[in-house]
């Protein structure tokens, strides 16, 4: 029984011990945010309701990437039908979700039908006609490019706003087209949504070098298979921005898919740059493009800016490559453009829908009403135990008490977000931790009613109410897992501090409270229980 007694008292010492490590980050941090460093790194953070921060609603254009999707494909049904040797076939896609393609050669119908019932599954004939084909996506793959574009601008979002250092933030998806984004701490908004909503698509292309220059293009027209593009420049004496402009082919001959990283760095001269750095993919890519066009200019540009367009003087194999703009980046740019391309292009254009920012005032006064009524709440339970229950409501009070690292440290442990619902929820565990108490109580009193001893009472009190408190907990938690599963950020914040402190009130009104009956009835050596 001694023996026994000891590795209980070693475990329920051992736990407490550890949450009061845990938490004590979170007590400690200095004036910069950071704890001290014999100390776990991990803190309660708060959410946007205490913290204050930026609120964000972004719409994501998913009419726009069936748009591109279409577009790529009719590039690959344009080569194909050159590699397949199929003539008098012409491909044309005006931004559009269709496809056009004129049949010059009737012998050349067969084929090309061929060709797409083989190759290009994904699409459907629309229209059929003498001498032309009208394609369009297939529903099936037109709702998976709107599934799979919502994943991904969620996902580059996510990676993007995680270069912020933001603490904790959330970001969730709205209906089918729409992400709700929450960043707390953040006071920013302009830079946030710049940030966050930039494109970033990141396209290689030929200057065109054609007789018609970019004036005439941009006055008379582009020439067929050519476009006229904006060149970004910096006058590095008065540090104006000018934009010229460029004639381009319309051919893509390789995007920015295939980034691994890329970083800001300054030149031989201090000129900040961009470097990239490609997959084997791209640098496979990157070297033929090289190789076959030595001597030409290919134009680097994003979100259909030219920001460089620098001449291939030789043939680059190593899938590396940076982008410097004629006059000068600003350090800054350089910085947020390595962000936006290390974290991903966006798939599609973005639309901010709703912006707000959250003052601090607003959570300082939530924390402190909470913690009022978590103070004021939380006294009066202690005090009615022990005037209903007298002694054993004492340890009731002990076991509750304990409760506060164990909650508190597994939460700072996981990093939590502690949010206005998350208080509720750890108000409401405490309630609760007093309830399996007061059941273990009355069974006890049963106990004694009957005639037994008070160690026989405590035996059978605590053995018959196990049950009883361990069905009320299990459906408390499924209730809880369901909230966490279905619910949004507070309702997630509210589930995750129950379930936390359901788990550590059972432990430590079964395992704690029963130990401190124990070890008074072994060493007291009580003849009646005060309860």
């Known amino acids: 029984m001694k023996q026994n007694l000891l590795w209980r008292g070693i475990i329920l010492a051992a736990v407490l011990i550890l949450g009061t490590i845990y938490v004590l980050p979170t007590l400690l941090l200095d004036s910069e945010g950071k704890t001290p460093r014999f100390l776990p790194d991990k803190v309660i953070n708060q959410g946007l309701d205490l913290k204050g921060g930026i609120y964000l609603v972004m719409e994501v254009d998913l009419n726009a990437a069936l748009k591109n999707n279409a577009r790529r ?69 037109a709702d998976s490019v709107r599934t799979l574009t919502a994943r991904q601008a969620l996902e580059t979002i996510r990676n993007r706003v995680d270069s912020f250092g933001v603490s904790e933030p959330d970001i969730r998806p709205q209906g089918r087209d729409r992400i709700v984004i929450q960043l707390p701490g953040f006071d920013d908004p302009k830079r946030a949504a710049e940030l966050i909503g930039k494109t970033a698509v990141l396209e290689f292309k030929l200057v065109d070098e054609g007789a018609v220059t970019a004036e ?25 921005t000018v934009e010229t402009p460029i004639l381009l082919q319309k051919r893509t001959l390789m995007t920015g898919e295939t980034i691994t990283d890329a970083r800001a760095f300054r030149g031989d001269f201090g000129d900040p740059r961009v470097s990239i750095r490609f997959d084997s993919r791209g640098a496979r890519e990157f070297a033929d493009i090289t190789g076959q066009y030595t001597k030409r200019r290919l134009a680097i540009v994003l979100d259909g800016v030219v920001y460089s367009a620098p001449t291939i003087n030789d043939h680059i194999t190593g899938g590396e490559c940076y982008i410097e703009r004629r006059g000068n980046f600003s350090l800054d740019e350089a910085n947020m453009l390595a962000v936006i391309l290390r974290a991903g292009a966006l798939p599609a254009p973005v639309t901010i829908l709703e912006e707000r920012t959250v003052g601090p005032s607003l959570g300082q006064d939530s924390i402190r009403q909470g913690l009022t009524a978590g103070v004021i709440g939380l006294s009066f339970i202690l005090v009615f135990i022990v005037f209903y229950y007298r002694w054993s409501g004492v340890v009731a009070d002990l076991a509750l008490l304990m409760n506060f690292p ?87 914040g509210f589930a995750v501090t129950l379930i936390i402190g359901i788990v550590s009130s059972m432990f430590t009104a079964i395992f704690g409270s029963r130990l401190i009956f124990d070890l008074a009835l072994k060493y007291r050596r009580v003849e009646r229980i005060s309860i």
Do not use: C
């Not at 080569?79 to 050349?108: A, C, F, M, T, Y």
């Not at 039908?113 to 699409?123: G, Q, S, V």
């Not at 005439?216 to 104006?240: C, D, F, H, I, K």
């Not at 009190?461 to 196990?466: S, V």
């Open 73 to 141: 494909l009719a590039d690959d049904l344009r080569r194909r039908i050159s590699d397949e040797k199929i003539p008098g076939v012409s491909v044309d896609n005006e931004d559009s979700l269709d496809i056009q393609v004129g049949i010059h050669d009737p012998l050349s119908a067969k084929p090309l039908d061929k060709l797409l019932e083989d190759r290009f599954y994904t699409l459907r004939v629309k229209d059929r006609q003498e001498g032309s084909l009208t394609l369009t996506l297939t529903d099936e793959e």
């Open 216 to 240: 005439e293009a941009l006055a008379n027209g582009a020439p067929p298979g050519t476009e006229v593009y904006m060149e970004r420049s910096q006058n590095p004496y008065t540090g104006e």
């Open 406 to 492: 164990i909650i508190l440290g597994i939460l700072a442990g996981l990093g939590a977000t502690l949010t206005l619902p998350g208080i509720f929820g750890l108000v409401l565990t405490f309630a609760m931790a007093v309830d399996a108490n007061v059941l273990i109580f009355e069974r006890i009193r049963e106990e004694l009613r009957q005639g037994r001893g008070p160690v026989a009472a405590v035996n059978g009190g605590f053995d018959r109410a196990f049950w009883t408190i361990f069905d009320a907990n299990l459906t408390t938690i499924l209730a809880a897992m369901v909230l966490y599963q279905f619910g949004s950020g507070p309702v997630r």
